[in-house]
């Protein structure tokens, strides 16, 4: 039985620092006095952003963090808890945990890495209120697009002047060739006078 253990550990812990090298964030949470349902709902939660959560026995955890080199990691190790492992942004998974932690106050987190930064709650936190990728790129977008619509909307501007001019010049000449006749009309009835003779 012991050997089933230690196998177990061993499958544990090589999954865990396998993650590890492949997550672009790491973190570290403590979830005592949720239920399964809600532990079902924060998995699901997490991968919509495409991050997993992996619930370990601490001393497996622990042994695991050393061997990947997050030793800062393994004091955040106590009771309870889960490792979260980001493979894709890290702002979606601060904001699914600190979303999930508004609603489940016995969720707790405190530290993780981010790449091979420690960052703490505070800076999870901070993570959460940065949009997303598609929201920047949308900025990004609409920050790109504004000066070309600009340059648009001049250059219809000019365009729509310019042939506002040559309407104006159209019909100035059909004004005055309509006139021309008149005047040739008017010519032609004058009296012709007769030359004083001499």
Do not use: W
Request: net charge positive.
């Amino acid at each position: 039985m012991e050997k089933i253990g230690l196998l177990l550990k061993e499958i544990s812990g090589k999954k865990i620092t396998d993650s590890i090298k492949e997550s672009k964030a790491v973190i570290v949470l403590r979830y005592s006095g949720l239920s399964s349902p809600d532990l079902s709902l924060l998995r699901q939660s997490l991968r919509k952003t495409d991050a997993s959560l992996f619930v370990v026995k601490n001393s497996t955890a622990r042994r695991a963090l050393k061997d990947a080199g997050l030793e800062a990691l393994v004091k955040s190790v106590q009771g309870p808890c889960g490792i979260v492992f980001s493979k894709e942004e890290p702002v979606g998974v601060s904001k699914a945990l600190c979303d999930f932690a508004k609603e489940h106050d016995k969720l707790k987190f405190d530290s993780g890495f981010l790449k091979d930064r420690f960052i703490e709650k505070q800076d999870i936190e901070s993570m959460a209120r940065l949009p997303s990728k598609e929201v920047l790129r949308i900025q990004v977008v609409i920050t790109l697009n504004a000066p070309i619509q600009g340059l648009v909307s001049s250059l219809n501007q000019i365009i729509t002047k310019f042939v506002y001019c040559l309407d104006q010049i159209k019909i100035k000449k059909e004004e005055a060739r309509q006139e021309e006749p008149k005047q040739e009309e008017a010519i032609k009835e004058e009296p012709k006078q007769e030359e004083p003779k001499q």
